[in-house]
């Protein structure tokens, strides 16, 4: 089997038998990252240096036989929206293109002290606002399933990275789907843990109210194991959880007995395409092949979770990116070019002699902030930052921001009543699967509209998993979804193994 097909977990064990070096192995990605990447575009920044001399420590502590962390020697990818110290963390965006943060995440300082190599970044959907990786600033990422199609987004660079074989894990942000969805398209495994499980401290906010980082990875148990390295309480994050940490690793093999599968009856109406249907029917019945008992539930409010959803996204978006402003942070305008236009705009209406023009002309800060901001963001950013202002703005708050809360609320109270009659709830993670590269450009609604299955969990701050169950007609993968309760990773880790034990549709990999 080739290197990039094996597992993360396949890699440990070699590294620790000594069979295969930290650096050996990074090289092999790094050759194929440079062979190969071109035709992808996972990666925004490709660290050779850098992941070459962890890399060496690693293999130094081993030489010497000093402790070893658990993710000794192994490269992870991560999302350009996580802060690397001194690294730049663009988020796919302009605004943020020059931006070195000083610190680390605490995601990032707990890979460091696990002995992972940090082999990347990855391309994004600007600010993680997309569902395509088509909104990135810098480039487009293309499914390594088929190179005319989107791998799906917002994580779009760490699924590709994945599917592709240039890393064996990677990191990723999950605000409403980015985690599960772009998984699903590309064929690889992703969770988002319950919000508050993972800290965000370091991450760039989208929506704080929903956003969780979590892992991807070729296989269930190597979500495991990188879920265990970063999971646990972080004081530096405010929603973070003060709960332990249970070993996902050792729980991962532990079949479930008298599991109950719930799947829902609102997800299987209209706008769900045959291929994805069928598998997802399929993948149930191997649920109950293997002794799970089946149930069909509802959750009555499913149907608005879309439109709570892009009410409350935007408006904390809104909010939090505010501080792009080319003086707290991020891209500043050429100031030359700013204050000649505003001379040469004033005097134009001096010579009209148009007073109230010259009383509404903005002043050179207001200017400056205009046009920073217009330069530094794309449009679906200042689209969402639009809706958002809009919702929250005087007058509008109750009708819609407020409204959305209490609509989140319901959605909550249909996820609690679902898991009082079953331990799972599986289902769809996708109405279709990938779609292609500018199908859907110029019809943000239509994006918006393929969460329908993915942002519940969020509003909810479920945790969620998505692993491979089949593929479409043309070959495209498909994606099973798995929510669980709150901080029942443990189960939904051990619910997906078995499904994958059953299964083969990890061990088949794209031809690049
Ligand atoms: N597609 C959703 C959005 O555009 C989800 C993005 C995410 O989870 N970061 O907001």
């Given at each position: ?10 890699h ?32 925004l920044?490709?660290d050779s ?18 402790p ?16 690397e ?11 943020l293109e ?33 569902g ?35 890393a ?80 996902y690793?050792k729980?991962?093999?532990?079949p ?42 509802s ?81 679906e ?56 590269i500018?199908?859907l ?21 479920l ?6 169950c089949?593929?479409?007609a ?10 669980a ?28």
């Open positions: 089997m080739p290197f990039f097909e094996q597992s993360a977990a396949e440990l064990r070699n590294l620790e038998t000594g069979e295969v070096s930290s650096v050996d192995l990074t090289r092999s990605y790094l050759d194929r990252i440079a062979a190969l990447d071109a035709r992808v575009g996972a990666f920044r490709v240096e850098g992941a070459l001399r962890q890399a060496a420590e690693v293999d130094a502590k081993r030489a010497q036989r000093r070893v962390g658990p993710l000794g020697g192994l490269p992870v990818a991560v999302k350009d929206i996580l802060c110290r001194g690294q730049p963390t663009t988020c796919a965006s302009r605004i020059n931006f070195r943060p000083p610190y680390d995440a605490t995601v990032i300082s707990r890979l460091r002290a696990a002995d992972a190599v940090l082999i990347g970044r990855t391309n994004l959907d600007e600010f993680a606002m997309g395509s990786t088509e909104s990135s600033a810098f480039q487009v990422t293309r499914n390594p399933w088929d190179l005319e199609r989107t791998p799906g987004g917002s994580s779009g660079g760490s699924a590709a990275a994945v599917a592709a074989g240039f064996p894990l990677a990191i990723g942000t999950d605000t409403g789907g980015s985690i599960r969805q772009p998984a699903g398209l590309c064929g690889v495994v992703g969770m988002k843990p319950t919000y508050g499980r993972v800290s965000r401290y370091g991450v760039v906010a989208y929506a704080s109210s929903l956003d969780q980082v979590g892992p991807f990875g070729q296989s269930v148990e190597d979500v495991a194991m990188l879920l265990e390295a970063i999971a646990g309480h972080d004081p530096r994050d405010a929603t973070s959880l003060n709960e332990p940490v249970p070993a690793t729980e991962v093999g532990l479930l007995a008298n599991l109950r599968v719930g799947w829902v009856r609102e997800h299987f109406g209209q706008g769900l395409d045959a291929d994805v249907e069928a598998a997802v029917r399929a993948a149930l019945g191997v649920y109950e092949s293997l002794g799970a008992t089946l149930h069909e539930i959750l009555p409010h499913a149907k608005y979770a879309v439109a709570t959803y892009y009410v409350i996204a935007p408006s904390e978006a809104s909010s939090n990116l505010a501080r792009y402003d080319g003086v707290h942070f991020g891209h500043r305008t050429n100031e030359k070019e700013m204050l000649a236009e505003l001379a040469a705009d004033r005097k134009q209406l001096e010579t009209a002699c148009d007073r109230q023009g010259l009383d509404r002309l903005d002043s050179a800060l207001v200017r400056m902030y205009r046009r920073s901001r217009s330069e530094g963001f794309g449009p950013v200042k689209r969402r930052i639009m809706l958002g202002t809009y919702a929250l703005s005087a007058g509008y708050y109750d009708a819609y921001y407020l409204k959305a809360l209490k609509v989140r609320r319901l959605i909550r109270q249909d996820f609690d009543r679902a898991f009082g009659q079953v331990d799972l709830i599986a289902g769809p993670i996708t109405p279709a699967p990938a779609i292609k500018g199908e450009a110029g019809d943000p609604l239509a994006m918006y509209l393929l969460d329908i299955y993915t942002v519940s969990a969020n509003l909810a701050g945790p969620g998993l998505c692993l491979p089949g593929r479409s043309a070959g495209l993968p498909i994606g099973l979804q798995l929510l309760p709150p901080l029942a990773e443990a189960r939904l880790l051990r619910g997906a193994r078995m499904y994958e034990q059953a299964t083969t549709w990890n061990t088949t990999h794209p031809e690049l």
